[in-house]
Structure formats: structure tokens, C-alpha cells
């Protein structure tokens, strides 16, 4: 099988009985998974693919995925696609996580707040998909797309996300270690010039928190880096433990 650039491979998953993912944002990606089906039955067979167990190891990688599946003796190699977002809107998703205090060590700890994620959506930046950005290819000759097996991928994509929300972020094309990197990245102190708000560094979102803050670009920058500070604190506290 081919190897995806960057990619993390997940463990297979055991077989397992029932147990619908519970998280709102791993629901959220199973809407889009229907979404993206032909029909209730392919969507019911991918399912039982997914919790039967059928499903290898999962690779993710920035806007891709791939995992082979078993079906009746046969194994097929599914490969599918998330658009990757615009590089200002990962700078978004970046500030926005060092915005406000615990949201680094809710994510780092398997959360996705649903806060976090509103503020991200008012900002213009669709962190999870909807079933026509959801692409697959699968090797079986069904003409269903997505087929069976490509289904069984998505279900278990949405289980490993429920589990891990930096696997959705790395989908979008950030991965953990780049969050991390770039939040790092932005608490290291920035001289506080009159271009260093809006110029040298992009447009931010900390930019148009007001009209007041917007005419005052010095007291927006110390704005930026006291909350990319605080999310630098956290994040090495978080690593310590
Ligand atoms: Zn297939």
C-alpha cells in the first residue's frame, strides 16, 4: 500500500458491538458521513464493515486517509479526502485556541469544545466537513461512491476523532505537533512596532475583536500575546505532568 506524506497510523480497531460514537462533534461527522451516502444500505453494510472489525489500520494525513478493508475473503484499499484549509484560516484556528484560557489542555485531553468551535465557525473557518467535502476511492468494483468499504473508513474516521479532535485538525491540515509548534510560535514575544499587528504577521482575528481594540493596534497586539502566553503556560504545564 502507499504511504501518505506525513501521515499517523492508527491501530486497527477490535470488533465491537453497537456503542454509536457520543461525542457531539463525532456525531456531527457521522451527519456528514450520511451525507456523503448513496443510500441507507451502503451505509448500513460500511457499518457493520466498521464494527465487525473489517477495517485495518487507519493512515491520516493532511487532507487524506487511507485503510484497506476485508469484504468476503477480498481485501480492498479505500483511500479518501478532506479539503485542507487555507493558510489563514489555520492561523485562525491557532489564535483562537490560545484566545481563551483551558482550550489547549481541553483539546490535548480529548475534548472539542463546543465554544471553541462556534468561535471558529463565526471567524469564517469550517473546521468539520460536510458530506461533499467527504471524497473516496476504493479498489472494488462497485460503482457506488462512496462505497460499502469507503463508508466503514468514514464511521471508523469519525470514531478515532471522537477520540482525538487533532485528528479532524490534521485532516484540515495541522497536525498536533504543528498546533503545538505554532502555539509556541506565537508566545514568543513580538516587538510591538506599528506594523507588527496587521502587517508582518497577517491579518488576525485578535484584529477586529473592536472598533476600539481595531484603532489601537499596540493594545491588540498585547492582547494577542498575553493569551498566546497563557496557552504557551499551559501547554508546558500540560507536559510536564
Ligand atoms: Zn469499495
Known sequence: ??????????????????GAPSTWWSKAFLRAVEEAAFATAELKRGRAHARAGDVGAITVASGSFMAAVLDGGDAY??????????????SVLVELIAAESGRIGALMSGDL???????????????????????????????????????????????????????????????????????????????????????????????????????????DLAIAEEAALRAARELAQLLAE
Open 113 to 219: 469544545p463546543h465554544q471553541f468551535v462556534e468561535s471558529v465557525e463565526e471567524a469564517g473557518v469550517e473546521l468539520l466537513p460536510y458530506g461533499g467535502e467527504l471524497g473516496s476511492a476504493c479498489t472494488c468494483e462497485t460503482w457506488l461512491d462512496p462505497c460499502p468499504h469507503a463508508l466503514a473508513v468514514l464511521t471508523q474516521l469519525a470514531w478515532l476523532i471522537q477520540r482525538d479532535p487533532f485528528v479532524l485538525f490534521q485532516l484540515r491540515g495541522l497536525a498536533r505537533d504543528e498546533v503545538l509548534a505554532r502555539l509556541h510560535t506565537l508566545s514568543r514575544a513580538r516587538p510591538p512596532s506599528p506594523d507588527a499587528a496587521g502587517g508582518a504577521n497577517g491579518p488576525s482575528v485578535l484584529d477586529h475583536r473592536s472598533d476600539d481594540a481595531a484603532d489601537d493596534p499596540v493594545d
Open 77 to 90: 484499499t479505500v483511500t479518501g479526502s478532506v479539503p485542507t484549509l487555507a493558510a489563514g484560516d489555520l
Open 1 to 18: 500500500m502507499a504511504e501518505l506524506v506525513g501521515g499517523v497510523t492508527h491501530p486497527r480497531f477490535a470488533p465491537r458491538r453497537g
